[in-house]
């Protein structure tokens, strides 16, 4: 599967944005969804994880962003989201999705994944 992220931008602290990450190829429902960022000079980080599961799937998010971002996905679309509210400099960052098919999220996190997009930059500055 192909993954095209958009959606990242300029923002002044506390504001929002809304990823979205649009799958080409087929099956997209069969696999398990994740953003994970990398800031300028460090490693690449899970952000948060959506589980395949079509009911009730599995989701979480890294420490620092919990309570602020929200993962979700579309199957009719195709589409992975991550709502991120209250943004501060620290999120700061290049955002990219993963795709890991039929995949837990503890595979996810340590970034063991069958594909991922080119990422879209995320700019919190005021």
């Known amino acids: 599967v192909q993954l095209l992220e958009s959606g990242g931008g300029l923002v002044q602290p506390g504001g929002s944005l809304r990823l979205s990450c649009v799958a080409t190829?087929?099956?997209?429902?069969?696999?398990?969804m994740a953003w994970f960022r990398q800031a300028h000079g460090k490693e690449r980080e899970f952000v948060a994880g959506?589980?395949?599961?079509?009911?009730?799937?599995?989701?979480e998010y890294a420490d620092s962003v919990l309570g602020r971002f929200t993962i979700s996905r579309d199957n009719t679309k195709n589409t992975v989201y991550l709502q991120m509210n209250n943004l501060q400099l620290d999120d700061s960052a290049i955002y990219y999705c993963?795709?890991?098919?039929?995949?837990?999220?503890?595979?996810?996190?340590?970034?063991?994944?069958?594909?991922w997009g080119h990422g879209t930059q995320v700019t919190v500055s005021s």
């Open positions: 190829g087929h099956s997209f429902s069969r696999y398990s």
């Open positions: 959506i589980t395949w599961a079509p009911v009730n799937p599995d989701i």
């Open positions: 993963s795709a890991d098919y039929f995949g837990p999220i503890s595979n996810m996190k340590s970034g063991k994944v069958d594909s």
